[in-house]
């Protein structure tokens, strides 16, 4: 069934993505963060709960948007997973997850610079972290305890109920031990190079599409899309 509709889950993304994604230089900087995210993916292999993907899918979600970093999430852990062997049942639930943290850090305030940024950044990983565990933990829990346990999924039972088996089956699974470990080395990682690579990620940025205006007599005239042009234009 995946197989099946993978094909469709291709063409759904590729609609949704406006002129913005779709442009060469955007399409460059997916390639090239999405090889690096395959790799880093590749050597830590999140094992022990160690993400150290989770530090560049927030970083280039932060400065070039949700659109992209649900892309670059994607594009990461399955590139990854075709190189290292690791496809399963739960490959469509890292790709969505890893993409929703990435996109969660584009939609934060953009006013936001400096060290509160950095900040920001690192509680927003933390929450990031714990939500990637129970979000992976829903493609197996149903089918992983058994029947009988207090942890078990109870089919025909109030959600309440499930909901309070599934908490508990994650907090003694993964979140006091994979999820926080996960979390911590997020933080670190966001406050050792968080400043330097949102620097580097912002001057490689796309510019935007210098925008015309016309001139009296018919002629028009180009804005400056950067700082760089508009101090180059002529006065």
Request: aromatic share 8%; charged share 10%.
């Amino acid at each position: 069934m995946a197989v099946a509709v993978a094909p469709l889950a291709v063409i759904a993304v590729l609609a949704l993505l406006d002129g913005s994604v779709r442009s060469a230089h955007t399409l460059a900087h997916l390639a090239v963060l999405g090889a690096v995210g395959a790799a880093i993916r590749i050597v830590g292999t999140g094992v022990g709960g160690v993400e150290a993907l989770f530090v560049l899918l927030i970083l280039a979600g932060r400065v070039l948007g949700a659109r992209f970093g649900l892309l670059l999430g994607a594009v990461s852990i399955g590139m990854s997973a075709l190189l290292w062997g690791g496809v399963g049942p739960w490959l469509p639930f890292q790709m969505f997850a890893c993409g929703w943290v990435a996109a969660g850090a584009g939609l934060l305030p953009r006013r936001v610079r400096g060290r509160a940024e950095i900040a920001m950044l690192c509680v927003y990983g933390v929450a990031a972290s714990y939500a990637f565990g129970l979000i992976m933990n829903m493609w197996f829990w149903p089918f992983a305890v058994g029947a009988g346990t207090g942890a078990s999924y109870a089919p025909g039972a109030p959600l309440a109920e499930n909901l309070a088996s599934f908490l508990v089956y994650s907090l003694v699974t993964s979140t006091l031990s994979w999820d926080t470990l996960r979390a911590i080395t997020t933080v670190v990682g966001l406050a050792l190079v968080g400043t330097a690579c949102l620097r580097a990620l912002r001057r490689a940025k796309p510019a935007v599409t210098p925008r015309s205006t016309s001139l009296p007599g018919g002629g028009r005239r180009t804005r400056p899309s950067t700082a760089r042009d508009a101090a180059a234009a002529p006065r």
